[in-house]
């Protein structure tokens, strides 16, 4: 079975340019997560999907980040226009209905911005 | 303000012995608290949950503590080998919360041969 998948593993943009990351995970999984870890801090929440509806999304930390997951599967997460502390390791994470306290991560997006 | 503390510093031991971690907490009533594994360039594993009203579990050579008025967890690994080299995280769960946990920074641990 595969694990919760991320891409790109790693990207480098300028400050002011967009970047989408994409999150593939557990097949029959309802819940979705993203979370962020910036360098030397731990790693914090940004958003919760189950199938294609926010449940929250109090982490997300300004209107320059925009989730959606279509369909309910696979989850995009877009930084425009990004800023200089937007660089971190950005996580997704799934879970099952009914078992939402056991998340597999995927190995996240390093997003470095310039 | 809500915190939850690890050491920093890494932990160094030698192969064979008992590693012991520390997770405090502060201003939480966690409904639950878990363990993960992170090697580096990788995602979290879990390893365990330890629920408010639960003292102890175990799973194979890992042992987790919970102690709710001392506000702590230690996670335990023994027969340490340098395979369990990497680094701990604490999360925890909130009672009427959502499920969302909220991580320590994690623990390195170095397990030498």
């Known amino acids: 079975e595969a694990g919760v998948t991320q891409f790109p593993s790693h990207s480098v943009i300028e400050k002011g340019q967009t970047v989408t990351l994409r999150c593939d995970p557990i097949?029959?999984?309802?819940?979705l997560y993203w979370y962020r870890r910036v360098m030397g801090k731990e790693i914090k929440f940004l958003l919760h999907f189950v199938k294609e509806s926010k449940q929250d999304e109090s982490g997300m930390p300004n209107n320059r980040f925009l989730a959606e997951r279509t369909g309910g599967t696979y989850s995009t997460l877009k930084v425009q226009p990004a800023e200089l502390e937007d660089s971190g390791v950005y996580f997704c994470?799934?879970?099952?209905?009914?078992?939402?306290?056991?998340?597999?991560f995927g190995a996240g997006t390093r997003l470095s911005v310039l | 303000s809500q915190k939850i503390e690890q050491n920093s510093e890494a932990l160094n031991i030698q192969e064979g012995k008992t590693a012991t971690l520390t997770c405090n907490y502060t201003n939480y009533s966690p409904a639950y608290l878990q363990w993960y594994r992170q090697d580096p360039g990788r995602g979290p594993v879990f390893l365990l949950l330890?629920?408010?009203?639960?003292k102890e579990k175990r799973k194979e050579r890992l042992k987790v503590t919970f102690d709710t008025t001392l506000k702590q967890s230690l996670f335990h690994i023994t027969a340490s080998q340098p395979a369990d080299s990497a680094t701990y995280l604490c999360a925890l769960a909130v009672s009427g919360g959502s499920y969302i946990p909220t991580f320590g920074r994690g623990t390195s641990l170095i397990v030498h041969p």
């Open positions: 994470a799934s879970s099952q209905a009914g078992a939402q306290n056991i998340q597999y």
């Open positions: 097949s029959g999984h309802d819940n």
């Open positions: 330890i629920r408010e009203n639960e």
